[in-house]
């Protein structure tokens, strides 16, 4: 996990070819679904949508292991220490704002619904304060952008890390980012309303 988060930090960008760095990007049909366009089959076939479909498949198959862990308590919370969830919430900050979504709808309730008494001060308590530091930087930085592009009608949201395919035209990735913060906060809210 903490390696596939990796490829999403600026050094990694940096280094890979433009056409490597694309397939980290939402695909073209991922972005049709979220702007409420028709979609058709070309969407999901041309190869670099495959890729992009692929990469964001590996991230949930990575997430899905870590929560049906979760539902062994006896287990995985005998296992999981600090390296663990430092995998897991590696370089955060760096993620797509997706991903925070499928992080929250995914893993973080049954990652602590889960947790043994036993284990609250030794696993949740730290990895709670880890997981709301790194997702409460990235969505106030996400909010700022949404903020500022409402008031000004600024579309360019070049420092957002939606990961929106760079032909997405300016008010289709206004619009985009939006929304992904929107959903990517309602996500977070959701999880930490089980723990009220």
């Not at 990007?25 to 495959?50: F, H, T």
């Not at 979504?101 to 030794?122: A, G, I, M, N, W």
């Not at 990961?163 to 035209?169: D, F, G, R, S, T």
């Not at 990735?173 to 929304?179: A, L, P, R, Y």
Request: one cysteine or more; charged letters at 15%.
């Amino acid at each position: 996990i903490a390696n596939l988060h990796s490829l999403w930090t600026p050094q990694v960008l940096n280094a890979m070819p433009q056409q490597v760095r694309a397939s980290l990007n939402m695909s073209m049909y991922e972005q049709k679904v979220l702007l409420g366009q028709k979609v058709c089959r070309a969407d999901r076939a041309d190869p670099l949508g495959r890729v992009q479909f692929w990469t964001s498949q590996i991230r949930s198959s990575c997430y899905d292991v870590v929560a049906i862990a979760a539902r062994v308590p006896s287990i995985f919370y005998n296992k999981f220490d600090a390296n663990v969830a430092n995998s897991l919430f590696s370089h955060w900050q760096h993620q797509p704002l997706a991903a925070t979504q499928l992080l929250f709808e995914r893993v973080t309730t049954d990652l602590f619904v889960h947790c043994p008494t036993s284990h609250y001060s030794k696993f949740l308590e730290p990895t709670v304060a880890l997981l709301m530091q790194q997702v409460t930087d990235q969505l106030s930085n996400a909010w700022k952008l949404v903020v500022a592009n409402s008031s000004s009608g600024n579309n360019n949201n070049s420092s957002s890390n939606s990961m929106v395919n760079n032909n997405a035209n300016g008010e289709a990735s206004e619009i985009i980012h939006d929304k992904l913060t929107r959903a990517a906060s309602g996500a977070v809210l959701e999880s930490l309303m089980k723990f009220i």
